[in-house]
């Protein structure tokens, strides 16, 4: 199967069956130990959020729950 059709079929999902498997798909990239290392773009705008955050640490935030949460329901 070549990644067209495969693309196809993935768009007869609902779209909680595309999200499901694109938080798998995800999950399953986290733990490969093969997977790439941030790039120096990533690296510095993660040091900026962890900055910020240290600076304004009883600002609120989003959990990753709360987003998918938010992404499952539409």
């Known amino acids: 199967m070549n ?3 495969l693309l196809d079929e993935l768009q007869q ?3 909680h069956e595309r999200l ?3 938080y798998g798909l995800l999950d ?3 733990h490969d130990a093969a997977a ?3 790039s120096d773009a990533q690296r510095r ?3 900026a959020r962890l900055a910020h955050h240290r600076a304004h640490p009883d ?8 987003i998918r949460r938010k992404l499952a329901a539409g």
């Open 36 to 38: 790439p290392a941030p």
């Open 45 to 47: 705008e993660l040091g």
């Open 59 to 66: 600002e609120p935030g989003v959990t990753l729950d709360e």
């Open 28 to 30: 399953s990239v986290l």
């Open 20 to 22: 499901e498997l694109a």
């Open 13 to 15: 999902l609902t779209s």
């Open 3 to 5: 990644k067209a059709v």
